[in-house]
């Protein structure tokens, strides 16, 4: 195939995909479950669980002080 037949592909697979997602309905905005209680507690954004922090770097394979080390991948 050279790159005119590839983009051509492309183009008919994105089009068919973006066709087919117009006819999804999307639902209003109600939530789909509706419940009493919630699990999760709302804060105002300044206070927070002292604890995280912690939890968090236990979590963390690759840490140093106050930082967690993580490694940045790259498309091949």
Do not use: H, Q, T, Y
Request: proline residues 4%; positive net charge; charged residues 45%.
């Amino acid at each position: 195939m050279n790159n005119e037949e590839i983009k051509a592909d492309a183009k008919k697979i994105i089009d068919s995909f973006s066709e087919k997602l117009s006819k999804i309905k999307v639902p209003d905005k109600e939530p789909i479950i509706k419940r009493k209680e919630f699990e999760r507690i709302d804060g105002n954004g300044k206070d927070c669980d002292n604890d995280f922090k912690k939890i968090m770097f236990e979590n963390a394979p690759n840490k140093n002080s106050d930082f967690i080390l993580a490694e940045k991948k790259k498309w091949e």
